[in-house]
Structures are given as C-alpha cells and as structure tokens.
C-alpha cells in the first residue's frame, strides 16, 4: 500500500513537473524555443558567411549565434523539427530537394543580406557557334524549371540513385522537351565536345542531361566536375566548351565579371535560383524581421 502511494505521489509530480515544463515552452517567442540559433552548413561555405553577415545586421538577430556542422546535420535537424513541428531556420538555397520534401519557405530579406534571386546562365568558349553549330543550337535552347530539378534531385535522394541516372529517367519521361531542344538539328558522328560543371547536385542534373541529350545526336561528350574558379577559366581559355553552371547574378557574379569577355553567354537555362534562410510553412514568422533578438 505505500509503495503504491508513495509511486502515486511520484507519478503526481512527474506530471505537474510536465505540465509545468510544457507551459514554459508556451511561454516561450518563437525566437527562444529556437534558442536564438540558426542551423546553418560548413563553417566554410559561402552562405555560412552570408548567415554571420545576417546576424550582424538585423537587429532582430542580434546575439544570435549560428550553428554549423554539415548539410547531411543540417537536414536531419530539419526533420526531426518539422516532424514535431518545432520552429527552426535554416541555411537554405533552390533548386534543391528540400523543398520538394518539406513545406518550407523564404524569410524575407529586406536588407538583401542574401541577393536578389538568380539564374544559371550557360556559357561557351570563343568559337563554339562555328566550330560546333549543332551543338552550339542545342545549348541555347536549354531550359528548365526549378520545380522540375528539385524533383529529380528528390528522387535521387529517397531512392538513393546517382544524379547521372535521375537525368536519363529525366530525359527518357520528357521527349516533348528534348525535341524542342533537337528540333531541326542534324546528328553528328562522333564530334567532341567537352562540358563542364560544378559540383552541386542541381548543376549535375542539368549538365548530365545535356550530356546525354548530346550523346544521343552522335556527340562525343566529356562531362567534368570542376571548381568554379577553375571551370571559369577552362571556358575562357578554351579547354572547355560549354557549361550550364554559373549562377549569376550573385553567386559567381565576381568571377563572371573577372573572365567577362572571354566567353559568350547564352543566357540563362533556369531562372529562380535563390539562396537564404528559410523556416517550414507551419511557421507564422515570414520575415527576418520577425524575431527577437537574444540581448
């Protein structure tokens, strides 16, 4: 009989203690249940920077600090938070899988800490119209839709595919698009031709389906990874063709200017690309304005 009352009594407690617990967390803004923290990537990425510039210049961030660890960290902390639909603010940048699979949103920026929004422009070397006009056709009518990237790069994450083989699933469901871009246009017989991108998921995708759209009308194709600097340079001094990489105007906007005039810009291939910090629908915060600082 104690024994049952004395767990009784704990039991009591244990549930005015939850009780209380939870009405703290009720009582908490939106700005202290997040712990004044950004759940951002790298230390070293350019967007890491970009969230300190953030913290610095609005003062409803002020004293906030940033977390930084990994994308793969970041993502996990993302859904383990939108499963309970717990508030967070991420490090955040489209096309990418993560709005395909979660409901997320854009603060908005009103300083413009984070640049207006984007597009990726393709570029070849000096020469390309005359010494690759067929090629030179098809890679000026490219284009895409940001939606339809993040789909493909979704794909590739849940079902654990590589990005060369979520582009051929792309251009094998998407004839319609891939005559647009062939219409009119003679096969080659093994002309070669080199493209270059850098190595993010989304530029994979589009440069792998151009890859193999190329391949299909009889080119030779090297398809190669680079860092921008140096697929900047190797488009201005011609040891590439073509890419569908840069993201102008912010992103790459300083080595565009620093090689503009050594290649020839065919303008863009998708437009609304966009970098930033973003939160999940459920969220009534839309700005970045919309928080407390934690001084």
Same mark, same amino acid.
């Given at each position: 009989?104690?024994?049952?009352?004395?767990?009784?009594?704990?039991?009591?407690?244990?549930?005015?203690?939850?009780? $209380?617990?939870?009405?703290?967390?009720?009582?908490?803004?939106?700005?202290?249940?997040?712990?004044?923290?950004?759940?951002?990537?790298?230390?070293? =990425?350019?967007?890491?920077?970009?969230?300190?510039?953030?913290?610095?210049?609005? *003062?409803?961030?002020?004293?906030?600090?940033?977390?930084? !660890?990994?994308?793969?960290?970041?993502? !996990?902390? &993302?859904?383990?938070?939108?499963?309970?639909?717990?508030?967070?603010?991420?490090?955040?940048?489209?096309?990418?899988?993560?709005? $395909?699979?979660?409901? /997320?949103?854009? /603060?908005?920026?009103?300083?413009? %800490?984070?640049?207006?929004?984007?597009?990726?422009?393709?570029?070849?070397?000096?020469?390309?119209?005359?010494?690759?006009?067929?090629?030179?056709?098809?890679?000026?009518?490219?284009?895409?839709? %940001?939606?339809?990237?993040?789909?493909?790069?979704?794909?590739?994450?849940?079902?654990?595919?590589?990005?060369?083989?979520?582009?051929?699933?792309?251009?094998?469901?998407?004839?319609?698009?891939?005559?647009?871009?062939?219409?009119?246009?003679?096969?080659?017989?093994?002309?070669?031709?080199? &493209? %270059? =991108?850098?190595?993010?998921?989304?530029?994979?995708?589009?440069?792998?389906?151009?890859?193999?759209?190329?391949?299909?009308?009889?080119?030779?194709?090297?398809?190669?990874?680079?860092?921008?600097?140096?697929?900047?340079?190797?488009? !201005?001094?011609? *040891?590439?063709? $073509?890419? /569908?990489?840069?993201?102008?105007?912010?992103?790459?906007?300083?080595?565009?200017?620093?090689?503009?005039?050594?290649? %020839?810009?065919?303008?863009?291939?998708?437009?609304?690309?966009?970098?930033? &910090?973003?939160?999940?629908?459920?969220?009534?915060?839309?700005?970045?304005?919309?928080?407390?600082?934690?001084?």
């Amino acid at each position: 009989m104690f024994k049952w009352k004395k767990l009784g009594i704990i039991a009591g407690v244990s549930l005015s203690l939850f009780i $209380a617990g939870c009405g703290q967390d009720e009582d908490q803004s939106v700005s202290e249940q997040m712990d004044f923290t950004i759940t951002g990537l790298e230390p070293g =990425a350019g967007q890491t920077e970009l969230n300190n510039q953030a913290i610095e210049e609005y *003062e409803s961030l002020a004293g906030w600090e940033q977390q930084t !660890s990994s994308t793969g960290a970041m993502l !996990s902390a &993302l859904d383990k938070a939108y499963k309970n639909e717990e508030p967070i603010m991420i490090t955040a940048w489209s096309p990418h899988y993560m709005f $395909a699979k979660w409901d /997320l949103k854009y /603060l908005e920026d009103p300083i413009g %800490v984070f640049g207006q929004e984007q597009h990726a422009a393709t570029i070849i070397k000096k020469g390309v119209e005359d010494e690759l006009p067929n090629a030179y056709t098809i890679l000026d009518r490219f284009n895409f839709e %940001v939606p339809e990237i993040e789909a493909a790069l979704f794909t590739a994450n849940e079902e654990g595919l590589e990005i060369a083989e979520v582009a051929q699933q792309w251009v094998d469901d998407n004839p319609e698009a891939v005559a647009s871009w062939t219409e009119g246009v003679d096969p080659v017989d093994g002309k070669p031709i080199e &493209l %270059v =991108a850098t190595p993010w998921d989304d530029m994979l995708f589009t440069g792998n389906v151009a890859r193999i759209v190329l391949e299909q009308q009889g080119f030779d194709v090297t398809f190669t990874p680079l860092d921008p600097a140096v697929l900047f340079e190797s488009i !201005s001094n011609g *040891e590439a063709d $073509a890419t /569908l990489s840069p993201w102008v105007p912010t992103t790459h906007g300083h080595l565009y200017e620093e090689y503009e005039g050594e290649f %020839v810009d065919l303008g863009p291939n998708f437009e609304g690309a966009k970098i930033g &910090l973003a939160v999940p629908t459920y969220m009534e915060e839309d700005s970045l304005e919309d928080f407390e600082p934690a001084e």
